[in-house]
């Protein structure tokens, strides 16, 4: 039956070597069961509710997503995406979590439109490959700032902003340490090597005292395995009118999340499909409008859930590497998301100075694209700068695509290349222009 129904002979794979590659693919994503709740919980949305959200969306979509289109890809809550949420939608502009729910469920209903009415390739085809390129390494380097921050790393300071923090304390120095040990296992191909980290340092921190009163880094668990925490606080509770009451300050904010989502799940689509031989001869992926469906609700069944965007995910690679080549592999990943659930009480006491060194891995991962970008031709390297540049310094991943597109326009309109320029983008700076002139 499985034979039959994945194709598993006709893509040149069996049974075993496509369950080796889910377990792969989980192994290198499982870090967003631990990271995705700590940062959404600093909007006040409960913590319990957020993993058993992850877990349950990650699963279900990747299941769908599978079942779809037969493609080695898993979904979960996209890094950035998720920073993006609590940071800058919640945090910044200081709209509710429920409310930015909301946006959230709007975001994946015009992917959803665009998808099925064919402007998403108009839209993707308008925006110009650097600034594409430059979207996924600003926000690489806008979560690395965070991590660095959530660490102890990077701290405020009245003159100069911000400035390295204390040495001295125990948390920054592990976040340091732990660091060069992801990125050394990572180098050297460990199976996992992000999650195995953020659990040793979980373990470690059982042990060093924090620095502030008689608290150690990590919490004492209050048990090991249990049912997972209900879904009630978080469950429903997105507000829809928020976005209509409010346009001038979330049609922006929609927009960043739809175009965000957008080109990072393009990207994964086309980068997993390319490495699991799933082009063909033209280099067009076949069940491409299943997938960004099916990307689209997963975007909106987050949302419902109580989660920031779900998203396809790179990591999936390391499945491909494994042999994964079918839907098959993402079953076995989505079965081991829910059977995660049961070890809530361990991820709840997972500290941040644990998922830090996480959160900057994933970050230099994102900015290799910057090594296609032509950087003697100021024309492609200036907006690209900027854009890579604002994200982390303004926190806020719609300020910097905002800025990067608005420079761009300027640049092609400055060097009499305006016809090189589509209307697409120029309706874009428009509404971006717009929204900086009203007010943010």
């Not at 911000?162 to 660091?179: A, C, F, K, M, N």
Request: proline share 5%.
């Amino acid at each position: 039956m499985l034979q039959r129904y994945f194709a598993l002979s006709e893509h040149g794979t069996t049974v075993s070597r496509e369950v080796v590659a889910g377990l792969t693919t989980f192994a290198a994503m499982a870090y967003i069961l631990a990271v995705n709740p700590l940062i959404l919980s600093t909007t006040g949305m409960d913590k319990g509710a957020l993993i058993t959200a992850t877990g349950i969306a990650s699963a279900v979509m990747t299941i769908v997503m599978a079942l779809a289109t037969n493609y080695p890809i898993a979904l979960a809550p996209g890094m950035g995406l998720n920073a993006f949420f609590a940071f800058t939608i919640c945090g910044a502009k200081h709209v509710p979590w429920q409310a930015a729910l909301g946006l959230v469920f709007y975001g994946g209903l015009i992917f959803m439109l665009l998808s099925v009415s064919g402007l998403r390739r108009r839209i993707v085809a308008a925006i110009p490959l650097e600034l594409k390129l430059a979207i996924s390494a600003g926000i690489g380097f806008f979560i690395a700032f965070i991590g660095l921050k959530n660490g102890g790393v990077i701290v405020p300071n009245p003159a100069t902003f911000v400035t390295l923090g204390d040495l001295s304390r125990p948390g920054p120095v592990l976040v340091i340490l732990g660091i060069i040990l992801t990125a050394i296992l990572v180098i050297r191909r460990v199976p996992g090597a992000i999650i195995l980290v953020v659990l040793l340092l979980t373990v470690l921190g059982l042990f060093i005292p924090s620095g502030t009163a008689d608290s150690m880094i990590t919490a004492q668990p209050n048990g090991v395995i249990s049912l997972p925490a209900s879904l009630s606080p978080t469950f429903l509770k997105l507000d829809l009118g928020y976005f209509w009451r409010n346009l001038d300050l979330a049609f922006p904010l929609v927009l960043a999340l739809l175009f965000v989502d957008l080109f990072d799940n393009m990207g994964t689509l086309i980068g997993v499909a390319k490495r699991a031989g799933l082009l063909d001869a033209s280099g067009y992926l076949p069940k491409v409008g299943q997938a960004f469906m099916a990307d689209a609700c997963a975007a909106m069944f987050g949302s419902m859930l109580g989660t920031s965007t779900v998203t396809s995910y790179i990591e999936s690679a390391a499945g491909v590497e494994a042999g994964g080549r079918t839907g098959l592999s993402v079953i076995v990943t989505a079965c081991c998301f829910i059977a995660a659930l049961l070890l809530a009480p361990i991820i709840l006491i997972i500290p941040p100075v644990a998922t830090a060194p996480a959160l900057v891995i994933v970050g230099a991962f994102m900015m290799q694209g910057l090594a296609e970008l032509d950087l003697r031709d100021f024309q492609t390297t200036v907006p690209a700068f900027i854009t890579v540049l604002v994200m982390p310094l303004a926190f806020s991943i719609s300020e910097g695509l905002a800025m990067g597109i608005l420079t761009y326009v300027v640049i092609k309109l400055g060097t009499g290349q305006a016809r090189r320029v589509g209307a697409v983008t120029y309706v874009l700076a428009g509404l971006f222009l717009l929204h900086f002139l009203v007010g943010r």
